[in-house]
């Protein structure tokens, strides 16, 4: 038998553009994008970095919005699309911090600074949602489960400002980079290589997000008939125990 | 809401006086942690008065953790949340309740500890009443945010395995800006760094506004069928 696979025509066309996407940010950031005047071959670690800071906040901003609409409509659907989400937007975040750190060695000379706002305030902002995390392997009840985690999510993203604002005025210094985006320094091919591998980012997210979803989803459901399942066996015994009930009479007593 | 607030406070604190087990273990604990951090930074008296803000909010929130540990774990005996819920007490007010309770048992921690850096640190306050003030209303607010933080946050880990290890990678992340605004706002009352604490008052308050109206708002939904 062959498994079912938790991908639909949707997932396999995202999955074919990251794919090719990836290939494309390779060869233009790798190899025919121009190395920064200042910075050399290290600004090719940017292609990584900016995407992976926006998936980073796409990934907490869709699990704020689902939890809210969770405790809203009460749809499994979006517990575990806030889940999907904020999974893949930690992953994306360890990896912003780690290409951040890779490129500070050599750049800053160091792979850490207390000094920087940006490194500092995401470190907390990435253990806030790790904490999420810890929450969604809870043993507890789906709806509990689900209930707090939404709690969280949107408590983190509350968080978000209160974090950014504190870590700014505790060290109002930074090492980071301006935004080099728009301030027209940027060669036209880099520019571009870096739009595209934004694109490219947000749907990998997607692609990412969509198949941990699915996986959420039906392991939701093997709990779900693994549960129903062990009721209607206690049922059965129950009602063929009948006569050896006369001599046990609450052995296989249903609790309810 | 209020009057149901002051009687659930009382519940935990009464509690707390016949149980005695944050006076008897963690109030030791946190005098503990004074006494390590003098270990940790090999008794330099310098050091320790220089660093007594920051480290006087670290032993802060450890102990806090255990109290709100405590506060959380007297609701899972017996059942007592469902008896809760069954009362008809607005979960708001238990949110209220229970969250000063935490912060009279803290504010009490916190005088506490100060005490222990004016001993074992040789902490110095500047002697102006602005700064005797700052260093009240800090411990003040700062109390209310991380009782009404960590009330909320505790509620949820209530009937969980492994809650003792799940409520600290939870909440002290959370912490993190209190620790931030609280030690910045003591080093400007200990006079040991140049800063503006009435400024960084208006960060813990702001937080403790948020953390206080959010878990009036969200209490209830943690305590339905939990």
Known sequence: ?256 | MLRDAVLIARKDLRIERRSRVVLSQVVPFAILVLVLFAFALNADRQALADFTPGLFWVAVLFSALLAIQRATAIEGIDATSDSLRLSGIDPSSIFLGKAMAVCAQLLALEVLLLVGVFIFYDAEVDSSASAFALLVVTAIVAAIGVSAAGTLYGALTIGVRGQETLLPILLLPVLAPVLIGATRSFDDAFGSAAVNGWAWLSLLALFAVVYVVFGLLAYGILMEES
Do not use: C
């Not at chain 1, 949707?10 to 553009?17: C, D, K, P, S």
């Not at chain 1, 670690?45 to 907490?60: D, E, L, N, R, S």
């Not at chain 1, 750190?101 to 706002?117: C, F, N």
């Open chain 1, 1 to 256: 038998m062959t498994p079912n696979p938790t991908s639909s025509s949707t997932t396999r066309n995202l999955g074919i553009v990251t794919i090719l996407g990836l290939g494309l940010v390779v060869l233009l950031g790798g190899f025919l994008t121009e190395p920064d005047d200042l910075m050399g071959d290290l600004v090719r670690i940017m292609y990584v970095h900016v995407p992976a800071a926006i998936m980073t906040y796409t990934g907490f901003v869709v699990g704020a919005i689902a939890s809210g609409f969770y405790l809203w409509k009460r749809s499994e659907f979006a517990d575990l699309v806030a889940h999907a989400a904020i999974e893949i937007g930690v992953i994306s975040g360890v990896l912003l911090i780690l290409t951040g750190a890779i490129w500070g060695e050599p750049t800053w000379g160091t792979y850490w600074s207390w000094q920087d706002v940006r490194l500092v305030s995401t470190l907390v902002l990435v253990l806030l949602y790790v904490g999420y995390l810890a929450i969604r392997q809870l043993p507890v009840d789906h709806h509990v489960r689900a209930r707090r985690s939404a709690v969280i999510a949107i408590a983190s993203t509350i968080m978000i400002p209160i974090v950014r604002y504190s870590v700014t005025w505790w060290s109002n210094r930074t090492l980071h980079q301006e935004a080099s985006l728009t301030d027209g320094k940027l060669e036209d091919l880099t520019l571009f290589t870096l739009m595209v591998a934004i694109v490219i980012g947000l749907v990998a997210f997607a692609w990412l997000t969509i198949h941990r979803f699915r996986v959420l989803w039906l392991e939701q459901q093997v709990d779900n008939v693994g549960l129903a399942g062990a009721i209607a066996e206690r049922r059965a015994e129950a009602s063929t125990g009948v006569e050896a009930a006369v001599t046990a009479p609450s052995a296989n007593g249903d609790p309810s």
